[in-house]
């Protein structure tokens, strides 16, 4: 009987076998490997092509090693904004750029609505504040369908929601020139050539032609404003209807104050002051006169004043017959018209004058001897007469009282008509009186305006105010 054959390959077979297996394994595992690296190769070859084409690659690469200055002068490199010819582009762009970029960081983002995929735009900010657009060209191709990004545009840009614009109304007589930002506000904004005042003054309403305004209104303000008129004098604003308006007679008005000697004319825009303007009468040194010298004659300074004008005020000043006047201009800008003083009249009377204060000085200081002099220089009937023959010396009391002058002057000589004068004298006296038991010392510091009168082909002194 055959012995049985065994179900095992044989050893050699079998080892075969598994030398076939890992050399597969081993083509398989190259293979794979293979198969990894060279995809692991292209996809990174792909996504460095994706980044290369990329825009912000390109923004990225322009942004580098540029400065804060840098992107003010792009920012100024061109004008970004429509403006009036009041303002300019330098001005604006530096006040925006110095308020809403200064100190902060530059970075970028697409513009959304108007950026493409065929032609990417970016905007440049400098914190939330806009900067500049950059717009994108393609350029090589660097595979897989993509292109490196070129910059084709970069211009300065501020969205129009960023920065505001301003309007505003200016009002003005139609002969009253206004300038804004120093440039005259031309015909070209004229909106309203004859606007209606209803609320003039009681001197405007004497004008021979009542004052209206013409309106202009300006838009597409971006900066600081400033409005004033032909002087240079700069004009507020009040808000009206939600528009600031720039009105030289409306927000506050024209004022004046001007002082003259009575019997004066004074005119303001062509039309004569009167008694609704006269504020201050002031000292009439010939007050209680008139049966001596007649109706309408007056040394007093007469002050007129006027506020909330539309019109600026010009002034003239017509003095009384045979007076010239000197003009002062106040430091509030009140205006004073003195009469200058007359030389001849002076040295025709100036002796006259220093007689009649002598006996008034010695007889004030106590000398009896000098009263019926000083009446016989003073008019009769007049307060000042009636003052001496009614008073006794202030300083009965005391003796041998001696008077030196530090000064003592004697000025401003006007003619007050054919039969009147006044003049001023100014003094800083010191007295020394004896009593019985001692000597006492006194000093007087005093300014008086006097008046004479010539009655029956004499002068007399015939009154004299003191000036406060």
């Given at each position: 009987?055959?012995?049985?054959?065994?179900?095992?390959?044989?050893?050699?077979?079998?080892?075969?076998?598994?030398?076939?297996?890992?050399?597969?394994?081993?083509?398989?595992?190259?293979?794979?490997?293979?198969?990894?690296f060279a995809g692991l190769f292209v996809f990174s070859r792909y996504l460095a092509a994706y980044e290369?084409?990329?825009?912000?690659?390109?923004?990225?690469?322009?942004?580098?090693?540029?400065?804060?200055?840098?992107?003010?002068?792009?920012?100024?490199?061109?004008?970004?904004?429509?403006?009036?010819?009041?303002?300019?582009?330098?001005?604006?762009?530096?006040?925006?750029?110095?308020?809403?970029?200064?100190?902060?960081?530059?970075?970028?983002?697409?513009?959304?609505?108007?950026?493409?995929?065929?032609?990417?735009?970016?905007?440049?900010?400098?914190?939330?504040?806009?900067?500049?657009?950059?717009?994108?060209?393609?350029?090589?191709?660097?595979?897989?369908?993509?292109?490196?990004?070129?910059?084709?545009?970069?211009?300065?840009?501020?969205?129009?929601?960023?920065?505001?614009?301003?309007?505003?109304?200016?009002?003005?007589?139609?002969?009253?020139?206004?300038?804004?930002?120093?440039?005259?506000?031309?015909?070209?904004?004229?909106?309203?050539?004859?606007?209606?005042?209803?609320?003039?003054?009681?001197?405007?309403?004497?004008?021979?032609?009542?004052?209206?305004?013409?309106?202009?209104?300006?838009?597409?303000?971006?900066?600081?404003?400033?409005?004033?008129?032909?002087?240079?004098?700069?004009?507020?604003?009040?808000?009206?209807?939600?528009?600031?308006?720039?009105?030289?007679?409306?927000?506050?008005?024209?004022?004046?104050?001007?002082?003259?000697?009575?019997?004066?004319?004074?005119?303001?825009?062509?039309?004569?002051?009167?008694?609704?303007?006269?504020?201050?009468?002031?000292?009439?040194?010939?007050?209680?006169?008139?049966?001596?010298?007649?109706?309408?004659?007056?040394?007093?300074?007469?002050?007129?004043?006027?506020?909330?004008?539309?019109?600026?005020?010009?002034?003239?000043?017509?003095?009384?017959?045979?007076?010239?006047?000197?003009?002062?201009?106040?430091?509030?800008?009140?205006?004073?018209?003195?009469?200058?003083?007359?030389?001849?009249?002076?040295?025709e009377h100036l002796e006259l004058v220093r007689a009649f204060f002598d006996d008034n000085m010695a007889?004030?200081?106590?000398?009896?001897?000098?009263?019926?002099?000083?009446?016989?220089?003073?008019?009769?009937?007049?307060?000042l007469y009636n003052y001496f023959s009614n008073s006794t010396a202030a300083m009965i009391w005391a003796?041998?009282?001696?008077?030196?002058?530090?000064?003592?002057?004697?000025?401003?000589?006007?003619?007050?008509?054919?039969?009147?004068?006044?003049?001023?004298?100014?003094?800083?006296?010191?007295?020394?009186?004896?009593?019985?038991?001692?000597?006492?010392?006194?000093?007087?510091?005093?300014?008086?305006?006097?008046?004479?009168?010539?009655?029956?082909?004499?002068?007399?002194?015939?009154?004299?105010?003191?000036?406060?």
């Amino acid at each position: 009987m055959a012995e049985p054959r065994s179900s095992n390959p044989a050893p050699r077979k079998r080892k075969n076998r598994r030398k076939a297996f890992r050399r597969g394994l081993v083509i398989y595992a190259v293979t794979f490997l293979l198969v990894g690296f060279a995809g692991l190769f292209v996809f990174s070859r792909y996504l460095a092509a994706y980044e290369q084409g990329r825009g912000a690659h390109a923004v990225t690469a322009w942004m580098e090693g540029k400065t804060e200055d840098d992107y003010r002068a792009l920012m100024l490199s061109q004008p970004i904004l429509t403006l009036t010819e009041f303002e300019n582009n330098e001005d604006i762009i530096n006040a925006y750029f110095d308020a809403s970029c200064t100190g902060k960081s530059f970075t970028y983002r697409e513009a959304a609505g108007t950026s493409t995929a065929d032609r990417p735009v970016y905007t440049i900010k400098a914190g939330a504040a806009d900067v500049a657009r950059i717009t994108l060209k393609k350029g090589r191709s660097v595979g897989f369908g993509f292109y490196a990004w070129e910059v084709e545009s970069a211009v300065p840009y501020i969205s129009p929601y960023a920065l505001s614009s301003a309007t505003i109304a200016l009002e003005a007589m139609a002969d009253e020139p206004l300038y804004l930002n120093g440039v005259a506000v031309g015909e070209s904004y004229l909106t309203d050539s004859a606007v209606a005042l209803s609320s003039l003054t009681a001197l405007e309403e004497r004008y021979a032609e009542k004052p209206s305004l013409r309106r202009y209104e300006i838009s597409g303000l971006y900066g600081e404003l400033t409005v004033t008129d032909a002087s240079g004098n700069e004009i507020s604003a009040t808000e009206e209807n939600g528009i600031p308006v720039y009105r030289p007679g409306g927000s506050g008005g024209y004022s004046f104050s001007v002082t003259v000697p009575a019997g004066s004319t004074v005119t303001v825009c062509g039309t004569a002051l009167s008694a609704a303007e006269l504020t201050d009468s002031g000292l009439n040194p010939l007050k209680g006169l008139e049966r001596f010298l007649g109706d309408g004659c007056s040394a007093a300074q007469l002050t007129y004043s006027a506020s909330g004008l539309y019109r600026e005020p010009v002034i003239e000043v017509t003095p009384p017959a045979g007076v010239t006047l000197e003009k002062t201009e106040n430091k509030d800008g009140s205006l004073v018209y003195t009469p200058v003083n007359d030389a001849a009249l002076k040295e025709e009377h100036l002796e006259l004058v220093r007689a009649f204060f002598d006996d008034n000085m010695a007889y004030a200081a106590g000398d009896n001897s000098h009263l019926q002099s000083v009446l016989q220089k003073t008019l009769y009937g007049t307060e000042l007469y009636n003052y001496f023959s009614n008073s006794t010396a202030a300083m009965i009391w005391a003796s041998d009282t001696q008077i030196s002058y530090d000064y003592l002057f004697y000025d401003n000589f006007v003619s007050r008509g054919e039969n009147c004068f006044t003049c001023t004298v100014s003094y800083k006296a010191n007295l020394s009186a004896q009593s019985w038991y001692s000597t006492n010392k006194s000093q007087l510091e005093d300014s008086y305006i006097l008046a004479f009168v010539r009655y029956q082909n004499v002068w007399y002194a015939a009154s004299m105010s003191l000036i406060e």
